[in-house]
């Protein structure tokens, strides 16, 4: 599976933006799509997870009500919608891929750049 992200950019604050990550090769029902983001001098984090099959989402409570994770199955693309952006939203932004049953994420995509001036 290759996972490519885009949609990143320089927002203001209280602005929004709609990342991308478009997945190519074998992608199966049981997969779990996430996203993440690392901050600078911060470990990754992780914000938003989906299903591939059943869509059922997942977030990390600190975006809770201001991001929207959702799937395209026809697309094979994972979107994550950010709205109401702060400064602290300002990282890099990968997109992720696992197996259902295993604990970690398997395939990684490259980083989309979101950063949010006061």
């Known amino acids: 599976v290759q996972l490519q992200a885009s949609g990143g950019g320089s927002v203001q604050a209280g602005g929004s933006l709609r990342l991308s990550c478009a997945a190519s090769g074998r992608i199966f029902s049981s997969y779990v799509m996430g996203w993440f983001r690392q901050s600078l001098g911060k470990e990754r984090e992780f914000v938003a997870a989906?299903?591939?099959?059943?869509?059922?989402?997942s977030y990390v409570d600190s975006v809770k009500g201001r991001f929207t994770i959702s799937r395209d199955n026809v697309k094979n693309t994972v979107y994550l919608q950010i709205n109401s952006l702060k400064s602290e939203d300002t990282a890099v932004y990968y997109c992720a891929c696992r197996y259902s049953s295993s604990s970690g994420y398997d395939y990684w995509g490259q980083g989309t750049l979101v950063t949010v001036s006061s």
């Open positions: 989906i299903t591939w099959g059943g869509g059922r989402t």
